[in-house]
């Protein structure tokens, strides 16, 4: 798939998703519909602006009018858990407060982060390169799609493969 906002293609074995607009993110879905979904993924950055403002999304039970989980993490080592609602326009944090967290575990730059997220029996997590960054608690959305994505804050985009993804029941 391609347009204004960037592309999302397979190619040489993995998934790519370009975003090519500043704060625009580009993202592929599954169309597929999912209980429980527990998600495996490897996310590599192989693009974006020297700043480091720019970063890969996983979201699970995600909604035909674009409400669900959002899983961010960036390349400068920071991550963010919130959730789409009102129609995909108003986003919530699941933080207290409204901040990025840093983490060590989080693969800074141009690397690939091996991701685990759970969406399930209510229960959230945000595992990266084998430490939970994330734990919390929602049962809003129980079940809906899956999808991947790439996202900027500034210059003109960022690009993530995603390889060796799996969907799972806890």
Known sequence: YEDEYGFTKYEDGYYSVRSLIKEEGMSSYAYRFFADP??????????????????????CNLQINEEGYWFEVTVDGYYYVGMWTDGGVKYKSLFSGDNYRASNAIHTGRATNHVVVTCARGQLMLEVNGEVLFRGSDSTYTEGDINLGAISYEGLGAEVHFDNLSVTAP
């Open 38 to 59: 527990v998600i495996t993924v490897d996310a590599t950055t192989v693009r974006g602006p020297n700043s480091n403002t720019y970063g890969f999304f996983i979201g």
